[in-house]
């Protein structure tokens, strides 16, 4: 290679500007890694600090059970046993055989159908008139007498009034899921209605808010967490109402299924439908616990 060849490859350098530029990115990367490790450290910590440990005692119950209910007197299946003879209704919970032969997926779904019907309307109908029991000490002095008899009546005791009244499993259903969950909503509700400071009512009187702008714009604020509370103890008992309704009027929800489950000696089948029934109650308190958070900003106790 000549010499003017040579002087030309060797003048070929990166800027100065871009080099330094270089560098900086390589110096950066190691603690851009180590910010990012950093974040995720408490994160991690904090969600084996969740879950860990009910892992844990899952397997300790599951373990104790299967010694116990492992020997041949022993009137409980065992854990392998409720895998080995019922484990396709956890692997295929939305078959359909036919029109009673269904997995659990969708049996669930038929009672969670029912739940949001009756609760809805226990929700709408316990706010209003808990909101007009605690605004007015007429109304409380009259009917919270009513309300403390009522509300414990057992909610199987309403079945038979409501098949005579709707001549109907299903409306029958929902009635009792009303009647169950209004309960708590109502009673919630009105407290909260009663706790309102009076700094915030003088507040409406001066802005001269009329009613409505003062149940929306005062009242539900301020009444929130009660209400939540009462949502959620609502809608637990709302669940726990169809199933034992569905026991007894029957159709293709999860409470039948237990009680044809039974008739059928089918154990396995129904400590299956018991699982499915603890985690759906868990996910529904879970859901009115998250909405609580969102619409109080976290004052609702969770």
């Known amino acids: 290679m000549s010499r003017p060849a040579l002087r030309a490859v060797e003048t070929v350098s990166p800027p100065e500007p871009v080099a330094a530029a270089t560098a900086e990115v390589i110096q950066l990367a ?6 990012t490790l950093d974040w995720l450290k408490p994160k991690a910590v904090a969600f084996a600090t969740a879950v860990v440990p009910p892992l844990l005692m899952v397997a300790l119950l599951l373990l104790l059970w299967e010694i116990l ?5 022993a009137s409980l299946p065992p854990p392998s046993r409720v895998w080995r003879e019922a484990s396709d209704l956890i692997l ?5 055989n036919g029109s009673q032969d269904i997995g659990l997926g969708w049996r669930v779904l038929t009672s969670l159908q ?6 809805g309307l226990s929700a709408i109908v316990g706010i209003l008139v808990g909101t007009l029991v605690g605004q007015s ?23 038979p009034i409501s098949l005579a009244a709707f001549r109907d499993a299903n409306p029958s259903a929902i009635f009792v ?17 009663r706790n309102i400071p009076q700094d915030y009512r003088n507040v409406s009187a001066v802005l001269r808010l009329n009613q409505f702008e ?8 301020s009444a929130a967490p009660y209400i939540f509370t009462g949502l959620r103890i609502g809608v637990g008992l709302a669940w726990l109402a169809i199933v034992a309704a569905e026991m007894l009027t029957g159709g293709v929800g999860i409470g039948f ?22 985690l759906v109650g868990f996910i529904l308190d879970r859901l009115i616990a998250g909405l609580a958070t969102i619409v109080t900003r976290g004052t609702a106790a969770n």
Request: charged share 10%; hydrophobic share 60%; net charge positive.
């Open 177 to 193: 899921i009303f009647i169950t969950a209004i309960w708590p909503v109502l009673i919630n509700t009105s407290v909260g209605i």
């Open 257 to 278: 299924f237990i009680w044809d489950a039974w008739n059928s000696s089918k154990l396995p089948d129904i400590i299956i439908a018991l699982v499915y029934i603890g």
């Open 30 to 35: 190691p603690r851009a890694a180590a910010s």
């Open 69 to 73: 209910c492992s020997g041949s007197n």
């Open 214 to 221: 003062f149940f929306w714009k005062i009242m539900l604020p």
């Open 92 to 96: 295929d919970p939305f078959f359909v």
């Open 137 to 159: 000490t007429w109304a409380m002095r009259g009917l919270d007498p009513i309300f403390q008899v009522l509300r414990t009546v057992p909610p199987l005791a309403w079945l």
């Open 114 to 119: 029912r739940v949001a019907i009756g609760f």
